[in-house]
């Protein structure tokens, strides 16, 4: 029979008393000197629920970690530590006799969020599928794993249907050539007469190649971006990254007939950004038939370092300085906006702590 709430003693402090508390609706034991919790059993679960986060404990805990020195408050039984999910370095004392739940106060904000960051990890850590493996060996595309966004991002998709609204009209011959070449199109000749290209180039594309490389690119960092950074400062910055990536191509080529299109620069400050925030993403990688799993900041080292070689041998075809320049932009901008978003995203913010270790499985 478990004790009285008067006779409860804290498994930390030993001869401290509990006393009963409010968390999430549900009667716990709290431990004034502390500040640990005692959730007996079942509490734990049913707060959860009542933040309509369902997660089973006893059927998602962790790795065993070791038997505790401390003591049940309701039967004496010594505690057994866990982590409270595998690859997370955050421990419980659980009673295995009577199912009781001991967290300590510095650990309490990360066991509440502890079902979203269970979701996010198994996104994160699961395996690629046949589909997967077919699409890549089709495509030599990445494909992104990563925390799944919390809304559909309508940001994003409206400027992929845009961009290729623009392509099909561009196609179709309704604009002729030289209001193109002269209004729409970003040429460094042209562009004193015509600074609001800086903006419509972005919408412009040369080939199916082109806009379909970019369209899918945008979409696989876009969505989780646009969730985390907010809808208006995420068009914003995309408009803007594009704006920055014009400019250094303008100011490359000045006096030059240069034209460019494209939405690469932008697309490029969006890839600055998504190493920010999400420092332990991953991309799969396909190989020749090889698929294989590598952190999002080495695909982007690699994709750097080409746009730099191809800058410095002065490539021709490719706006190698606006990529560079979008990129360079993007990882300011991810640094400014780092502290708010992991303020308004906790889970991310768990995700990028060190206590996190993400599998390397393919």
Not at 145 to 171: A, D, M
Request: charged content about 15%; hydrophobic content about 45%; aromatic content about 14%.
């Amino acid at each position: 029979m478990p004790n009285s709430t008067f006779y409860k003693q804290c498994p930390c402090c030993k001869n401290q008393p509990l006393k009963q508390t409010q968390y999430q609706h549900q009667e716990v034991d709290v431990c004034t000197d502390c500040g640990g919790l005692w959730f007996e059993g079942g509490e734990l679960e049913a707060s959860y629920a009542d933040q309509q986060q369902q997660h089973s404990l006893k059927g998602n805990i962790g790795d065993y970690v070791g038997c505790s020195d401390r003591s049940c408050p309701d039967c004496q039984h010594p505690l057994e530590t866990f982590k409270i999910i595998d690859n997370f370095d955050v421990e419980i004392d659980l009673c295995t006799q009577c199912n009781g739940v001991w967290i300590d106060k510095d650990e309490l904000k990360e066991v509440e969020r502890t079902p979203h960051l269970r979701s996010a990890m198994i996104e994160l850590n699961k395996t690629n599928n046949f589909a997967s493996y077919i699409f890549q060996f089709i495509t030599q595309m990445p494909v992104e794993y990563n925390i799944k966004p919390r809304n559909f991002p309508i940001v994003t998709v409206s400027l992929i249907v845009l961009n290729l609204c623009i392509f099909f009209v561009s196609l179709s011959g309704v604009i002729d050539e030289e209001t193109l070449s002269k209004s729409l199109v970003m040429d460094p000749i042209y562009f004193a007469d015509a600074p609001w290209t800086l903006i419509s180039y972005q919408f412009l594309h040369g080939s199916w190649l082109h806009i379909l490389g970019n369209m899918y690119f945008l979409y696989v960092i876009g969505d989780n971006l646009e969730d985390a950074l907010g809808k208006t400062t995420y068009l914003l910055l995309y408009l803007f990254f594009g704006i920055v990536g014009g400019l250094a191509f303008y100011a490359i080529h000045l006096g030059e007939m240069a034209p460019m299109v494209g939405a690469s620069g932008a697309i490029a400050g969006l890839f600055g950004v998504y190493l920010m925030l999400f420092k332990k993403a991953k991309l799969s990688f396909m190989f020749i038939v090889y698929q294989a799993r590598l952190p999002a900041w080495a695909y982007f080292l690699i994709w750097l370092g080409i746009n730099v070689y191809g800058f410095v041998a002065s490539s021709e075809g490719v706006a190698w300085s606006a990529h560079i320049g979008g990129f360079i932009a993007g990882l300011i901008a991810g640094k400014i906006y780092y502290s708010k978003v992991m303020k308004n995203n906790p889970v991310i913010a768990f995700i990028n702590d060190n206590e996190i270790n993400l599998a390397s499985n393919k």
